[in-house]
């Protein structure tokens, strides 16, 4: 803070508290100052400490959890649009935080770019700097207001704060509630921005379950960025490798339909929310974890990006391999997206989706698979203050020899204020929608979705807020007749320690469309046309994040299917010894007392997870999980070395095994380096 650049620039502070209340000034003080160059945006934060030399965090490992550290972040939204951006900062100990934002404040941290930090500790303050290459963030040439805030998180004192002030209903990332930095000239664009990041790859696996022989895997490819201008970024692959990616968290399954796990690889992921969240959580047009499912990625291209700042494009073109567990050929995958802004910080949405087959199936006679495509539009209301959000979306498949119920009409409106939450949602999917690039798990039916509820804010004692909910999901078939819903009245209470207990009654109601087992182990169906109605209770308790010792429970005891009983506990322990060890336990236990011929049922998930940070540069990440119900035990083990930004070094262990008797299935081992370049 003494260098003379940071004593002649500008400073930001007078930071308004957000929680636990946005009544005040915050009361722990933060500082903030900027500065640029041609190269890089620099930013330096002093963040003054309440009691002497302490924090909390839980490790130096990258896009941490918001609320379980002491953090300083930045919101950017270079185009002043109030609807996306870009997201850095770090918490106490120095570990990153980077990521894309969308829909006017959500944060991807599955994002990763080049920049650089450091964080250095006294004993009345930490202080972070950071340098954030202007090739690193996209921004349209000549505009010369940008949208900011400064985002502070103090665990000690459980006070969050932000230079613009937030309403305490909305994250402190909330677009509609930034500040302007004000450029006094044009921001310097890059004459030159083009990154190319290689890999090369070795690997050995071993299928014990089918006997096969050890195969070894030696492979080369790599992705090239190139900045068409700096805000539309073209992104190239080639032969990509996704082997360090994590792996998913399992959860028991007694569902019905198909779950979602969110995708994770690099290459989808930047602007990905023009692709991603186009539609409903649970009608998805475009689900890139379809691409590359048992199949190779041979090349792909992207597009993304701003063409001014009303005006976003999303193309994409993917061409896979051919599929030898399925006897599959080739194919290729594209996705248009256009995104218009309207009003103040609504938009309009366009896509186009189309998969088609590509040569011929390894082994021959195999049927080739007609083309699929999809076409929509939505329209996204955001009002200026955020009160307002809402959705209204249609959709039409196009599949050989299907006509008649293949589209999707759907909508929603909320009110969301400090003290009252409004929300109605509509949807209908017909029975012949098909969206095979798609994640929509169910289809044929109407469904309608009301949500209420109120908070409390009292002005002294332990007790924040407090607040009743009310929500129902009905479900109906084509022709309106009901076939489930479930009601939930829930007792929501936040204490001033930032703990949490929430206290529902269930009562749900299912008329089976298909044969089903309840216990999803393969037992025997359910029949179609199977009524079942049954109440439960629910009690979840969560612990204040500023402890090192923190913990989860959540019980729920209640009917089940066929006038059974379901006991379901839920659990996470976890234990840090900051800012180096973070250990989590996970736990799931499930027990199912159904009459014959299933009799009693019983499930455990157990998922311990280490994450070790020797340095914010140095990772060693350990995750178990041992599944009852799909008898299966997997170990997924990771070392990374961030040997320069964006430039890494991995070794990959996995193996699965059947638990009892203990047998091996397979393990692999991979090592594999990658080196981001400018040129």
């Known amino acids: 803070m003494d260098e003379v650049d940071w004593l002649k620039a500008d400073s930001a502070a007078n930071f308004f508290m957000a929680l636990p209340m946005d009544t005040s000034f915050a009361k722990v003080r933060t500082t903030v100052r900027m500065s640029y160059d041609n190269n890089n945006l620099y930013i330096i934060a002093v963040c003054y400490t309440p009691v002497p030399g302490s924090y909390m965090v839980e490790s130096l490992k990258r896009d941490f959890a918001f609320q379980k550290n002491d953090n300083f972040l930045l919101f950017m939204d270079p185009f002043d649009a109030r609807t996306d951006g870009f997201s850095f900062g770090a918490n106490a100990a120095g570990a990153q935080w980077d990521g894309t934002m969308y829909e006017g404040g959500k944060v991807d941290l599955s994002w990763d770019n080049k920049w650089y930090s450091a964080v250095k500790n006294y004993p009345d303050k930490w202080v972070f700097e950071a340098a954030i290459p202007f090739k690193s963030i996209r921004y349209k040439k000549g505009i010369r207001e940008w949208g900011i805030n400064f985002s502070r998180n103090d665990l000690i004192t459980t006070e969050k704060s932000s230079w613009a002030p937030v309403p305490r209903q909305f994250p402190t990332a909330a677009l509609a509630y930034t500040g302007t930095i004000i450029w006094d000239e044009e ?64 959860v028991i399954n007694l569902n019905r339909y198909e779950l979602f796990f969110p995708e994770k690889r690099q290459f989808f992921l930047e602007n990905g929310d023009l692709f991603s969240n186009f539609g409903y959580a649970d009608i998805r047009p475009f689900f890139s974890r379809r691409i590359g499912l048992n199949a190779p990625i041979r090349f792909g291209t992207r597009m ?22 399925a006897n599959l050929p080739g194919q290729n995958f594209g996705v248009l997206t256009l995104q218009r802004r309207v009003f103040s910080r609504s938009n309009i949405g366009f896509m186009l989706i189309n998969k088609d087959a590509t040569g011929n199936a390894p082994i021959a006679g195999n049927v080739t698979p007609g083309y699929n495509r999809n076409i929509g539009m939505e329209y996204n209301l955001a009002s200026s203050n955020n009160l307002w959000t809402g959705k209204l ?75 009743v909910q009310l929500t129902s999901t009905y479900f109906f078939d084509e022709n309106f007749k009901r076939t489930d819903n479930e009601s939930i009245f ?21 008329k089976l469309l298909r044969p089903f087992d309840p216990t999803n182990n393969g037992n025997a169906l359910l029949p179609t046309g199977t009524e079942s109605h049954w109440n439960t209770a629910d009690v979840q308790y969560a612990s204040k994040p500023q402890s090192v010792f923190t913990y989860l429970v959540d019980v729920t005891r209640g009917g089940y299917y066929d006038r ?109 380096w990658t080196y981001w370049w400018n040129i």
């Open 187 to 250: 921001p310097p664009v890059a004459s030159s921005n083009v990154s190319v990041i290689p890999y090369v790859l070795g690997g050995v696996t071993k299928d014990y379950q089918n006997g096969n022989k050890v195969s070894y895997r030696k492979d080369i490819g790599g992705d090239v960025k190139v900045a068409l201008t700096s805000s539309l970024n073209l992104d190239m692959t080639v032969n990509p490798d996704f082997s360090q990616v994590d792996v998913d968290q399992q």
């Open 304 to 325: 993304t990006g701003k063409i001014d700042k009303d005006w976003r494009v999303g193309v994409m073109d993917v061409q896979t391999g051919q599929s030898g567990i």
């Open 393 to 467: 979306l249609g959709l039409k498949s196009f599949t050989p020899g299907v006509k008649g119920r293949d589209f999707v009409a759907a909508g929603n409106l909320q009110y969301l204020s400090k003290y009252w939450t409004f929300a109605l949602q509509q949807q209908y999917v017909g029975t012949n929608y098909n969206a095979e690039v798609g994640y929509v798990p169910r289809v044929g039916y109407n469904k309608i979705n009301p949500l209420v509820q109120h908070n409390f804010f009292p002005k002294s004692g332990v007790v924040l807020s407090h607040g």
């Open 490 to 510: 829930s007792y929501l209470i936040t204490f001033r320690n930032r703990s949490t207990i929430t206290v529902s009654g269930l009562d749900t109601y299912v």
């Open 564 to 672: 059974g009983n379901r006991l379901s506990v839920t659990g996470q322990v976890g234990y840090r010894f900051q800012p180096y060890v973070n250990l989590i336990l996970n736990t799931s236990y499930n027990d199912l007392r159904l009459p014959q011929p299933y009799s009693r049922t019983k499930f455990w998930l157990i998922g311990p997870r280490a994450d070790v940070t020797f340095t914010n540069t140095l990772y060693f990440t350990t995750f178990v999980q041992y599944n009852e119900q799909a008898k299966n035990m997997n170990i997924n083990s990771r070392l990374q070395w961030r040997y320069k930004p964006a430039s890494d070094f991995f070794i990959v262990y996995g193996d699965n095994s059947i638990p009892s008797p203990f047998t091996v299935k397979n393990r692999q081992l991979t090592i594999k």
